[in-house]
């Protein structure tokens, strides 16, 4: 599961995330591994949490650089820049949604991801969003038409 974040910074890992969240969807739902271990919402949690702290350190380097805008436009571009082209916080969405398309959580998880994107509205969120409702947005419209 490391994998998702060190081998994805330079691309989104759909054929190495969609095997794994399904790894973790089939020992969620085995009688004997997934009754004891809750092994569906370990791994949920520890990915939602990472996924908050990768929100807040770009929301973070990106309010820092817009402040030191007067002197260093450059450097603030090329900053930004590197923050969309980091695929770690894809890859992390991904296997939420991943997650979410094979069972292991409800739609009001990817809802609450889905406002926290929209409050924010930086670069990134644009593109989280997009690949939110790219691999996840039929099955939000099937299991709520609301």
Not at 116 to 126: F, T
Request: hydrophobic share 40%.
């Amino acid at each position: 599961l490391k994998s998702c974040l060190d081998c994805g910074q330079t691309s989104v890992l759909l054929s190495v995330v969609e095997p794994q969240a399904a790894l973790i969807a089939g020992l969620h739902v085995h009688p004997k591994i997934g009754d004891r271990t809750n092994i569906g919402a370990v791994v949920l949690e520890s990915f939602c949490l990472r996924l908050d702290a990768l929100l807040l350190s770009h929301g973070a380097t990106t309010t820092t650089t817009t402040k030191e805008e007067g002197g260093e436009g450059k450097s603030t571009r090329q900053q930004q820049h590197s923050l969309i082209s980091d695929k770690g916080i894809h890859n992390v969405l991904l296997f939420i949604t991943c997650l979410y398309n094979f069972k292991v959580t409800y739609c009001g998880l990817i809802y609450e991801v889905i406002r926290r994107l929209l409050d924010r509205m930086l670069g990134i969120d644009v593109e989280l969003l997009l690949l939110l409702l790219e691999n996840c947005g039929w099955r939000l419209r099937n299991d709520d038409p609301a």
